[in-house]
């Protein structure tokens, strides 16, 4: 870190010295020819600049993103190399022991049976559905198979264990044998582990951090880290800097009086700035592919019954905990997402469309201009409330209330975290929304409507509701859509005040869960990143996507065609 | 209007509970305590180095001196109400003055520290109601400690009896209705296990109800428990928790709380009454007896609460604060800011000046109009599988919450920097084009600094948005529980931290109730910052607004 921290710097000078010897170069060419430059000596200086500093701080740039996995490869190498030997001692030991191969084999029989019951499990649901006794039965069958399998992999992996420790057992501890033991335990380690391991030894290397651990294996590790690491990173560093002088010197031979400066400098100008903005196409690309590539992982971990996930109804994604377990697709049923997003959905816009747009067409055609000034700030700072703040007022203050008054009218099932509470606060977040979109749209419909209107005898609110409303109707519309999709969007104020239970229902008193509130409460805590569970939210998170992307593109395909009908 | 007024309503509404809800937590009540450092103790190697000072017992000798405060309390249940006035936790701030300056070994130095959060709230009088009557008519003491009995010539507890009779009539009277409702729902339900159902609760009301039968009876002894309002009795400087009444007013027995002075008898006492019963508040009675003992020596007194400010999240309410969750904003802020604002504002140039008009700028369009309506929490799941599944970037990292958030804001200020340099009028690019100006010269020396104060305008706002969101950093394990404040640094950026945000939504989902008036405060705080921000934006706006 230190190291190239100082490299950076004096790359940073070095390309400050670039632009004071290019500039001044040119300024001496100019002098000595008595004609003019073609540019101006700045964009000489710039050039030798860019030629010093880009290089070198694309080294730098290329080390500080892969210098660490390229020493950890080298050094994980090495060890694999130095544990050979102990390696096929191992193999050849594991495949003499009986009691080894003997679990080994129970655990490929055990494997074709389950998956022969796979096999025989298609064919229940096919003909039963996910939700019939006969696929509870089958599932109970396969839960006491693979308890006999977790059996046979605690002999097997337990007699693997005592192998390999009598193997290491026979080795010394000092010198060379310490890294080929470092590379045997290395290699017996589970995958999460070997992180870990990798994290310890570098953590005694290089003190980056505390070592959770102190052997003898890891500070042999570490001993192979610190002079890969060390050649590696003043390769990078001096190479950087090599590189820097190299290209001062090259671009400054280049500079003549008739020399295009200008002109290469500004086409790496646009060359950045044009790499900028493709960052937002690279963006959605990432967001579609990383969706995309989880999701079909989630559609392999339950036997591609898309069907199932998008129109079942049963949410109970604990129950799902093994990958492969029969019929698990059917505790992915989104349909109560759905329902629950919907119903929110519905209620907020019920709030938020009424009297966002009478607000907009108060402030377009009624409001003078001082109540203008003090209306559309406070509909700002509306706009600017973080979205955690609402669902705080929506589970302390709003929902309480609406329980107390659904229990003084009679209703004795009511509770707090309710479909309501969260609708009616996420209606008051999008009135700003709303208000504001309609309110450039009424505004864009032209003055001389309202004109012709008035000249026909019209009253105001005639005018309003006969003329200006249906001419803005399009804009609006497409407004009310973008609203829409901001609600099926949001999130924090459903987790707070929406509840978790999946609930399919048409009650607004009662608590629903929606699309979001579930993404939240699969992706935080605990997590193991390949269960079935996991990887169901980014299909949620595909789901949802789609639907804002098809909501958006109606409405603006609507606001746009509205406006080019006026301009 | 009235839609208008709705709506402004509302922000009155949820600004004014919020700043009701919050006004609590800026002060909260502190304990002094004179605390010997014990040589033994604090020193237990007694060589004064650092690390036997770190292995003192510093919370062992608060204990002491609040000990000696009630040498009374001995037993081990007063003892452990007793040291609940505190949290445990603030031995480690002794700890730390006494490792800064060791020569306090073995003096004697005044400790503040925040009391418990639910002796804070009891005597904020949030969760406890009480009220202290004089009593009337002269009562003696049989002992000054232990179970007393205080008995007087005439009926003195008389105006107590009736309260209690009168409050356990009106119970009895509420439950009584309700299960004459029950039984009268239960007739005209449809179902029979609706009525089954109705029925028994409507006899599980009535069996409560039958509970206060005996205390509305006048011949019999009257017993408090934990269901009634506790009857305290202060009288000769000590207190007494009465447990029964004859029924005549002139006898009741009691367990004595505080030590009374003397057992004369005497006419000046007063009836102190705790109307929230015990098993309905987290305090017991003995421990506001001690409470508001601290309170009358001067040891207990109310301060503006500056935990609230410099420390980081505790589990301890009256220990938590904002710091940490502060500086995580700040770092986040920091990443956003920096990659947002350089990109988004080269972007519009990119697309506004230089761009030709074909089907990729067309298509980069779209995508950056479709990318501003994309719901946070999707960018949440982009960082969750690219930055730390892929690129194995550490989980809750500022670093990784601003590369987020750059992304969410980046449309943002894309979309009000093309418009800022969309108002820059033609006549100026043309002016500087025709003077012989590159076109790169023309953008750079001549639109974007007229084009300034509007792209700052909306970077300061996509900021403003971008500090206020929680939901993509939920996704991205920034939900941790961080007790030690991030560094301000460049390690900071690696380090496990939380936002203000998500440091409301986290104490919002706490269950102790002294948390919820710090999640208010909490919100304050956000909401202040956001201000700043956005009036900044406004400040620049008027100022360098220019209208061609």
Known sequence: MQLSLITALALLVLTAVGFLAGRSRALALAEKDGSRLHSLPGYHGYYVALWAGLPGFAVLAA???????????????????????LQARYELALANDDIWSEAEREIARLDDEMAALRGEAEQVIAAEGVQSDAVEALRARQDELQFAQDDARFTRDARANTIAGDIIQAVPEAGDHALARAGFEFARLPVQEREVFLADARALAFGDGLASRDTPELRATAGALQ????????????????????????????????????????????????????IAILTTLGIVFSLLFESLRFFAAIDWRVADFLFGTQWSPQTAIRPGQIGQSGSFGAVPLFAGTALITLIAMMVAAPVGLFAAIYLSEYADSRVRAWAKPALEILAGVPTVVYGFFALLTVGPLLRDFALFLGYEDAVTQSALSAGLVMGVMIIPFVSSLSDDVINAVPQSLRDGAYAMGATKSETIRHVVFPAALPGIVGALLLAVSRAVGETMIVVMAAGQAANLTANPLESVTTITVQIVTLLTGDQEFNSPKTLSAFALGLVLFVLTLILNIIALRVVQSYREKYD | MGAIALAIAFLGVLLGTIVL??????????????????????????????????????????????????????SRADLRELFGLYSGLNAASVMHRV?????????????????????????????????????????????????????????????????????????????????????????????????????????????????????????????????????????????????????????????????????????????????????????????????????????????????????????????AGVMGAFIGSVLTMLVTMLLAVPIGVGTAIYLEEFAPKN?????????????????????????????????????????????????????????????????????????????????????????????????LTGSIIGLAQALGETAPLLMIGMVAFVADAPSLGLSGLTQPSTVMPVQVFLWSGASERAFEMRTAAAILVLLTLMIIFNAAAIILRRRFERRW
Not at chain 1, 63 to 85: K, Q, S
């Open chain 1, 63 to 85: 080390y500080a993103l892969a210098g660490t996995m390229i020493v950890n490869t080298i050094v994980l190498d090495r060890m694999e190399r130095a544990a050979e030997p």
């Open chain 1, 227 to 278: 002079p890969v690491h060390s050649a590696i990173a003043w390769g990078a560093c001096l190479g950087a800097l090599g590189l820097a002088l190299a290209g001062l010197a090259f671009a400054r031979t280049h500079l003549a009086v008739r020399f295009r400066a200008r002109n290469r400098v500004e086409w790496v100008i646009s060359a950045t700035l044009a790499l900028a903005s493709l």
């Open chain 2, 21 to 74: 809800q919050a006004s609590g937590a800026f002060t909260n009540y502190v304990l002094t305590l004179p605390v010997t450092l014990e040589r033994e103790i604090a020193d237990p190697r007694g060589d004064m180095s650092e690390a036997s000072l770190r292995r003192g017992s510093y919370n062992q000798l608060i204990q002491r001196s609040l000990q000696s405060e009630f040498p009374a309390a001995s």
């Open chain 2, 99 to 319: 490792i800064a300056d060791p020569s306090l070994v073995g003096s004697t130095i005044d400790v503040t520290m925040p009391a418990n959060h639910e002796i804070d709230l009891y005597l904020k009088g949030v969760t406890v109601e009480e009220s202290i009557t004089a009593g009337s008519g002269t009562i003696q003491a049989g002992a000054i400690s232990g179970d007393i009995t205080l008995s007087s010539d005439s009926p003195a507890f008389a105006n107590a009896i009736a309260r209690i009779r009168q409050q356990a009539s009106s119970e009895r009277d509420a439950l009584l209705g309700r299960a004459a409702r029950l039984e009268a729902d239960a007739a005209g339900a449809a179902s029979r296990d609706a009525r089954e159902a109705g029925l028994a609760a409507a006899r599980r009301a009535r069996e409560e109800a039958a509970r206060f039968d005996t205390v509305i009876d006048p011949e019999t002894r009257i017993t408090l428990g934990p269901r009634t309002a506790s009857l305290l009795i202060r009288l000769n400087g000590g207190v007494v928790a009465v447990s029964a009444l004859t029924p005549d007013g002139r006898e009741a027995e009691g367990r004595v709380l505080l030590p009374l002075e003397s057992a004369e008898a005497s006419a000046s006492w007063s009836e102190w009454v705790i109307e929230t019963p015990a098993a309905a508040r987290r305090i017991t009675d003995q421990q506001a007896v001690y409470a508001r003992a601290l309170e009358e020596r001067g040891m207990v007194e109310r301060r503006f609460n500056t935990n609230l400010f410099l420390n980081a999240d505790s589990r301890e309410p009256e220990l």
């Open chain 2, 359 to 455: 089907r990729l700028t067309g298509f980069i369009e779209v995508n950056i109009n479709n990318l501003a309506a994309v719901p946070s929490i999707v960018f949440g799941l982009l960082g969750l599988a690219v930055f730390i599944n892929t690129f194995g970037m550490p989980r809750s990292a500022p670093l990784v919450g601003g590369f987020v958030l750059a992304l969410m804001t980046l449309p943002t200020v894309i979309i009000s920097s093309r418009a800022a340099l969309r108002a820059v009028p033609p006549s100026i690019r043309e002016a500087a084009l025709g003077i012989g100006a590159s076109r790169t010269q023309a953008v750079f020396q001549h639109v974007l600094p007229l084009a300034m104060p509007g792209i």
